[in-house]
Nanobody, 128 residues
Framework: QVQLVESGGGLVQAGGSLRLSCAAS????????MGWFRQAPGKEREFVAA??????????YYADSVKGRFTISRDNAKNMVYLQMNSLKPEDTAVYYC???????????????????WGQGTQVTVSH
């Protein structure tokens, strides 16, 4: 069982930055794939970024809409995963969720329905 708690959301002007944090419980945190998803009002939950660790090392994945602006990172010693968001745009406004699961692959890490563990979400609002 994994419990996830997000923090760091808020109101920011377009072009600004925010850093989201996700604190995870569990002694095998490093074995989990960790993802960030977001959901805007009236829209489906969408993939933002994910990271896992396998035989080749740490891997990161990004949605095209955030590539070059957002950076996902993790600190396994602290059971934390972060999402650094730069050059924010009004269309980035959404509730951002942290997610975790075992045994994720490149094909499944971008799919919300593949994750079993979710945080409660944190609101990010980007004004014009």
């Amino acid at each position: 069982q994994v419990q996830l708690v997000e923090s760091g959301g808020g109101l920011v002007q377009a072009g600004g930055s925010l850093r989201l944090s996700c604190a995870a419980s569990g002694r095998t945190f490093s074995a989990y794939a960790m993802g960030w998803f977001r959901q805007a009002p009236g829209k489906e939950r969408e993939f933002v970024a994910a990271t896992n660790i396998n035989w080749s090392g740490a891997n990161t994945y990004y949605a095209d809409s955030v590539k070059g602006r957002f950076t996902i990172s993790r600190d396994n010693a602290k059971n934390m995963v972060y999402l650094q968001m730069n050059s924010l745009k009004p269309e980035d406004t959404a509730v951002y969720y942290c997610a975790a699961d075992w045994g994720m692959t490149t094909a499944t890490m971008t799919r919300a329905d593949e994750y079993d563990y979710w945080g409660q979400g944190t609101q990010v609002t980007v004004s014009h």
